[in-house]
């Protein structure tokens, strides 16, 4: 079948089953344009929250579709493409966090959204990129254990200084393939260029940027800003948003290691049959979404 044809398929289908489609920036373009919803993780579940929708296909990695399960779990949510999967939701094990807590009194646990709903639901809060510094500064543990990613967890503790950060293994391997050498080459091809980084990045690419910030904050950053030439030092997918948000201005990757191939592999056959057979629903133990929500609502009291 064409893509076209498919994507009528698609359009007619949705209106049908009264469906929403949501979709993260790092898909394909095709699904970006198909999708409801573009945003990041944290934005698409709220998004799921507000709509009236009760049938969701989400097109992106799986701990996305739980976090939307979790502050709707009266409504389907379905993920596009079953394997689609974050390896560094992984990378933080309820064990370790238990140990931390035996080892400090005064410790908070603070989730980033990137990670498993069992993880969420051990964690004191959940954070996001663009909201982490707010939320931690203001919690009143001197402690932080800050799981599952270790790069921004570094991010925040140089802005916090009188916290005392304890890391965890784990880190993005797209972003953390972005190395010092390709952003100085690509500088150096693009001199009038500025550097916009995401703070997964390690700490060397953090330090060259011109700007840090969320996939959502480069978008709102190189939108709002007088230069005209970018160097975007996070996945690729943002850079289709970028582009149509402004045609007149250039936006350069630094190399082709920024390509998360689980977010990649989602296609728009995959959308189709996740709307035609309803498959691949997300199934969380009601308790389970009830101490993960807690965490998640304690970041909407903080963030405000």
Do not use: W
């Amino acid at each position: 079948m064409e893509k076209e044809q498919l994507i009528e398929k698609i359009k007619k289908l949705k209106q049908e089953k009264n469906a929403l489609i949501v979709a993260h920036y790092y898909v394909d373009d095709d699904i970006q344009d198909l999708a409801d919803y573009i945003g990041d993780s944290y934005y698409l579940s709220k998004v799921c929250m507000m709509r009236p929708e009760e049938l969701i296909i989400f097109c992106g990695v799986r701990f996305m579709g739980e976090s939307a399960k979790i502050l709707n779990p009266e409504k389907t949510v379905i993920m596009a493409e079953e394997l689609a999967d974050c390896p560094m939701a992984h990378m933080a094990e309820v064990a370790r966090i238990r140990e931390v807590r035996s080892q400090y009194e005064d410790v908070a646990v603070v989730c980033y959204i990137n990670s498993t709903t069992e993880i969420k639901a051990l964690a004191d809060v959940v954070v996001t990129s663009a909201n982490a510094y707010t939320i931690v500064s203001k919690l009143p543990q001197k402690n932080i254990f800050f799981v599952p990613d270790e790069h921004l967890g570094r991010y925040i503790s140089k802005k916090l200084p009188d916290k005392n950060f304890i890391f965890n293994d784990g880190f993005c391997h797209v972003h953390t393939s972005i190395t010092q050498e390709a952003v100085l080459e690509a500088k150096r091809v693009r001199p009038e260029a500025e550097i916009l980084v995401h703070p997964e990045c390690k700490t060397e690419i953090v330090d060259m940027a011109d700007y840090v910030g969320s996939t959502s904050g480069i978008l709102k950053y190189a939108t709002e800003s007088d230069k005209k030439e970018f160097i975007i030092c996070t996945e690729m997918g943002i850079l289709h948003q970028l582009k149509l948000a402004n045609p007149n201005k250039k936006f350069y990757s630094v190399g082709h290691r920024q390509f998360c191939p689980n977010m990649k592999r989602i296609s728009i056959e995959d959308v189709y049959e996740a709307l035609a057979t309803e498959r691949n629903p997300i199934h969380l133990e009601g308790n389970l979404i009830e101490r993960a929500k807690s965490a998640l609502e304690n970041m909407h009291a903080l963030a405000n």
